[in-house]
């Protein structure tokens, strides 16, 4: 079975951090553009990061510049996302995602985890 699985998500107050992983299985991510992508209540799915196959391009939601970082690991077929200064607004489901391809694009995602919720509040 080819599976994403994310860990990480929990409570946490603001200004506090969490680093989120996305461990594949079933195939070797490196082949893979990773991207993480998040929901909040009420609003529609955004893109807050990519990360080509090998970690040659990364790309970020403006909103998280300076405050995420994504990273990648293929000897340990995962994917992390470090979360600095949280805030409220960062509240959401947070979605590992790989694309077709190596490289970050607009096309869409062929496969997806089921989640994992990051909750900040005080």
């Known amino acids: 079975q080819l599976q994403l699985v994310e860990s990480g998500g929990g409570l946490v107050q603001p200004g506090g951090s969490l680093r989120l992983s996305c461990a594949g299985s079933g195939f070797t991510l490196d082949y893979y553009a990773i991207g993480w992508f998040r929901q909040a209540p009420g609003k529609e799915r955004e893109g807050v990061s990519c990360?080509?196959?090998?970690?040659?391009?990364?790309n970020y939601l403006d909103s998280v510049k300076g405050r995420f970082t994504i990273s990648r690991d293929n000897a340990r077929n995962t994917v992390y996302l470090q979360m600095d200064n949280l805030a409220p607004e960062d509240t959401a489901v947070y979605y590992c995602?790989?694309?077709?391809?190596?490289?970050?694009?607009?096309?869409?995602?062929?496969?997806w985890g089921k989640g994992t919720l990051v909750t900040v509040s005080s």
């Open positions: 995602a790989a694309r077709n391809t190596r490289w970050c694009g607009r096309s869409g995602m062929a496969y």
């Open positions: 990360i080509s196959g090998s970690g040659e391009t990364t």
